[in-house]
């Protein structure tokens, strides 16, 4: 399906998170960041935001483990950056898809 | 997701059991919780007690003994689950140190951290980790014999009074 996000039109799945990452902009997540009750992204916010981009990239699996290992970001910096959801909403403003593990 | 359902707000998990395959659903379910924004409390109770006294946390076992359930794809060797793991083999020294090994490197590949880099992962991520008076008690344990991320040790009315609120929810395993 379609959204408008920062005046451009996206494709995003029925959960709210891009299904095409090339789509993504700065402007879009600063947009979802305050759907999403974040707020304004900071730094720190961008650098895990960046970070997660090159993973899915990558292709690789991202864990809560492996982001407080990344040497972006502690786990406590995570969970205060974004609070309610550390992976979830920041997956969704990178504009990557949901991790789908439980870890 | 309709209106109606209440959000579950906190998981309050009671951990009675001491073997691996007892202490790991248990984190996972505190974690997973954390990762959703909810909040979550351990109270290791019994031989829970195991996974946060510093002496025996680190070489945590598989039940091999009396687990019925346990069968010869659990332990990853490959076999068919429909073939049952004989109980005598699992009384075998050395077996459920090597059915606990082949089980962590499983775990290792999905990105599961050891119990103490677990709890370690749950408390930063502001879960809270608690020890039961009584069971301290009785296994003659100090607050300095437990790892140093346990936030408290709590009678059983404490714990409950820690888990008060709506959308609390109670869990036992």
């Known amino acids: 399906m379609k959204k408008n996000i920062a005046g451009t039109e996206i494709d995003v ?3 709210g998170y891009l299904t095409d990452m090339s789509q993504w902009n700065e402007a879009i997540a600063a947009a979802i960041a305050v759907e999403e009750g974040i707020g304004a992204l900071g730094d720190g916010h961008m650098k ?11 292709g690789a699996a991202l864990t ?20 309610g959801g550390p992976l979830k909403k920041s997956s969704k403003i990178a504009g990557i898809p949901k991790p789908v593990g439980c870890i | 997701m309709t209106d109606d359902k209440q959000p579950v707000k906190k998981m309050s998990i009671i951990v009675s059991r001491g073997s691996l395959d007892g202490i790991y659903p248990a984190l996972i379910m505190a974690n997973g919780a954390r990762m959703e924004g909810i909040e979550a409390s351990l109270f290791f109770t019994f031989f829970g007690l195991n996974a946060l006294a510093n002496k025996t946390l680190d070489s945590l076992k ?4 009396g687990n019925s359930a346990l069968n010869m794809a659990m332990p990853m060797l490959g076999l068919p689950m429909t073939i049952p793991f ?21 775990m290792e590949k999905l990105d599961i951290p050891p119990v103490r880099e677990f709890l370690e992962l749950i408390s930063d991520s502001g879960g809270k980790i608690y020890a039961c008076k009584l069971a301290m008690d009785m296994f003659k344990l100090k607050k300095e014999d437990l790892m140093d991320r346990v936030d408290g040790v709590l009678t059983v009315g404490d714990f409950y009074n820690e888990s008060a609120g709506a959308g609390t929810h109670i869990l036992f395993t």
């Open chain 1, 48 to 58: 895990v935001v960046r970070y997660l981009r090159e993973q899915q990239a990558k």
């Open chain 2, 86 to 106: 004989p109980t005598v083999m699992g009384a075998i020294p050395g077996v459920s140190a090597f059915a606990t090994h082949l089980m962590n490197k499983e």
């Open chain 2, 62 to 65: 598989v039940s091999t003994v």
């Open chain 1, 13 to 15: 799945n029925e959960e």
């Open chain 1, 64 to 83: 809560i483990r492996s982001m407080g290992k990344s040497g972006v970001v502690t786990t406590k910096e995570l969970y205060d950056l974004f609070p």
